[in-house]
């Protein structure tokens, strides 16, 4: 089964803080490509940075970056210079087979001023 | 508004009534997907289209529930004879041209059912 794995249910920071998201997850696909999600509240989920798998170098969208380890099979999401906009729940999602995604159980991401 | 767009936004049925959901994606996208959320939990998938063709269904909870994308454009989600188990929130997420596990998924705001 493929799954992914957010250990972490809640977070909290302060503004102008960095706070990093983590997940592993367990795939058979060769090829593919890993996501973090983001659901503010009553609002409708959208992507906040992809990586593509066979690419070591770990991307990053301005103030977000991912910590791809392959081999661990981690993807962890850094949030830098967090925002009180940022508070969502952050969901990490993998290939889920049927050509679609899993995703984890998220993590809910408070910022306070 | 050029989004995924969801209705209704809320549901409450009563056990054993029939529901059905709407979703009108973003217009060209080709691909649509129907993901039911619990409290807690992340979106689960259900099924998915290509254009008017389902291609999975094996993952609909029950034969209680089916999908229809009938032009290829909109989609419904029927529920038949509803359950208290089946309150929860539904996805409705679209795609362009490329499996949503190689591209950017855009979702809409879900239908909230609560069943009781």
């Known amino acids: 089964a493929q799954t992914v794995t957010q250990s972490q249910p809640e977070m909290s920071v302060q503004e102008a803080e960095t706070v990093t998201l983590s997940c592993t997850y367990d795939t058979s696909e060769s090829n593919y490509y890993l996501f973090w999600y983001k659901q503010p509240p009553s609002r409708q989920m959208i992507l906040v940075i992809r990586?593509?798998?066979?690419?070591?170098q770990n991307a990053t969208e301005n103030r977000f970056s991912v910590n791809f380890q392959k081999a661990a099979k981690s993807f962890s999401l850094k949030i830098s210079d967090s925002q009180l906009g940022d508070t969502a729940m952050y969901f990490c999602a993998s290939p889920g087979g049927y050509s679609t995604l899993t995703f984890g159980k998220g993590t809910m991401l408070l910022v306070s001023p | 508004d050029t989004g995924v767009s969801q209705n209704p936004r809320h549901k409450i049925t009563k056990r054993g009534q029939n529901v059905t959901f709407r979703c009108d994606p973003i217009s060209e996208h080709n691909r649509l997907y129907w993901y039911r959320q619990t409290l807690g939990q992340g979106p689960e998938f259900l099924t998915y289209f290509q254009n008017e063709a389902q291609l999975e269904k094996s993952r609909l909870l029950s034969d209680r529930f089916s999908a229809e994308r009938p032009k290829g454009s909109f989609s419904t989600l029927e529920i038949q004879r509803t359950e208290q188990g089946d309150s929860a929130m539904y996805l409705c997420a679209s795609s362009l041209g490329q499996a949503l596990m190689n591209t950017e998924a855009f979702f809409g705001q879900g239908t909230r059912l609560t069943v009781v």
């Open positions: 990586q593509e798998a066979y690419k070591q």
